[in-house]
């Protein structure tokens, strides 16, 4: 299993950013996908999760309304629209995947807002 974060940066209060995880070595198209984050000092906190297909979608409180999580399964890939974003939203993005009950993990890009 692999997952690889593209996207981050540095962006100003109020700006957008859309992060992009290639996934290989599993049916991509059979399993959830999430996003967590994880600013300094502090524990790693679920963003957003979406099921196999796309149908259904899930955003912790903090982002609800500004970020959209998305996927395309004929390209591997699951994004994060991040928009209207907050100096709060600093941290190292992760892409995630539960197979087995094992979480695999991308290796985080770091997400900076700041004037």
């Known amino acids: 299993v692999q997952l690889v974060e593209s996207g981050g940066g540095l962006v100003q209060p109020g700006g957008s950013l859309r992060l992009s995880c290639a996934a290989s070595g599993f049916t991509f198209s059979s399993y959830a996908m999430s996003w967590y984050r994880q600013a300094p000092g502090k524990e790693r906190e679920l963003v957003a999760t979406i099921t196999s297909a796309g149908g259904s979608t899930n955003y912790a409180d903090s982002v609800k309304g500004r970020f959209t999580i998305s996927r395309d399964n004929a390209k591997n890939t699951v994004y994060l629209q991040m928009n209207s974003l907050k100096p709060e939203d600093t941290a190292v993005y992760y892409c995630?995947?539960?197979?087995?009950?094992?979480?695999?993990w991308g290796q985080g890009i770091q997400v900076t807002v700041s004037s």
């Open positions: 995630n995947v539960v197979i087995w009950y094992y979480d695999y």
